[in-house]
């Protein structure tokens, strides 16, 4: 059986686990439009399983796709799959409209449409017009995707707290007839009043988006190509955490330990972020790109994969080191920080 990965994440490690693990072969990679927000395991996907990647024509990318087009039909298995070309959030989004038994059942919209609200026009490129992408995503949201069946479900790529929007509701997915009832972009009928409100009380883009923009115009590198962690002496942190003190360029070193750790004090210069999405949140917050990253461990219960696995999510940093989990430093090197 054929299998279809839409927007895939850094590490694709589950999806080929879960593909093995029911008997299905990964054959076709989509994606809605190169992210601002994270860096996408398609480079890697494609790698290890040979599947064709389906990109818009119109993204300027420097890694091998089928370029994509609008009504351009793509079938996985069992499957037929729509290509819809929704600019709006990009110049070069795409939807992908499913179809089961001669009826469509359900669209992957990426940062078009998402629960109770719709992506942002203005970060992509600082450059862009947002107008002007406003405006496309009216007619992509009215005239393409809110204009089909009522009943079809709406896969977003994002879910709350992105900042690909403004206010994403919770729930993993939606309905054209919910999203027409309860979405708020959707009751605005007027072009030029969607328009005014699509660009007005925009939060502050995030200074790696552009970077990151970057990255997946390329491509990821494949996570087996990054460097193995180095071993970082108690000695050697102090020295860089004091640089980014003096600094502030281009160095920092951020803690994984638990929160009720943390809490009895951390190195100097260092950023307490517990092992996980927190400390990918806090590293993601930066505002240097690339920056040199120091992640170091405190306990013997912290193990080194995670600190790997840290490392090869948050694509745009590289960190570099780890300290050894010892006693001394669960204790007595801990110095308290006034801030």
Known sequence: MIAAVIDPKRDVDDYLADAESIGLEITVVLNTHPHADFASGFPELVA??????YTSYRAPV???????????????????????ETPGHSPDSLSFLVWQNGQPTAVFTGDLLFVNDVGRPDL?????????LAGQLYDSLFNKI??????????????????????????PFSTVEEELR?????QLRDRPEFVKRMIADLPDRPAYFAYEVGVNLRGARALGELPSLEALTESNLKK???????????????????????????????RAGQNGVRSRKLIESFPQVPLRLHVFRCTFLDPIR????????????????????????QKASFVQ???
């Open 124 to 132: 992509r490129d600082a450059e862009a017009d947002s107008n002007a």
């Open 62 to 84: 420097t890694n091998d796709r089928v370029p994509a087009r609008d009504g351009q039909r793509i079938r996985a298995g069992s499957l037929e799959i729509d290509v819809l």
């Open 337 to 339: 920080l006034s801030h």
């Open 146 to 171: 809110l204009a089909l069946p009522g009943s079809v479900k709406i896969y977003p790529a994002h879910g709350a707290g992105s900042l690909c929007g403004r206010a994403i509701g919770s729930a």
């Open 240 to 270: 860089a955490a004091v640089g980014r003190i003096q600094r502030m360029r281009d160095q920092a070193a951020v803690g994984s330990r638990q929160v009720r750790t943390e809490g009895g004090g951390h190195d100097p210069g260092s």
């Open 48 to 53: 290890r399983t040979g599947a064709k990647i």
């Open 306 to 329: 995670s600190l790997q696995r840290l490392r090869q999510r948050v694509r745009h940093l590289n960190p570099r080191s780890n300290l050894p989990g010892s006693s001394s430093l």
């Open 182 to 186: 309860g979405n708020w972009a959707a």
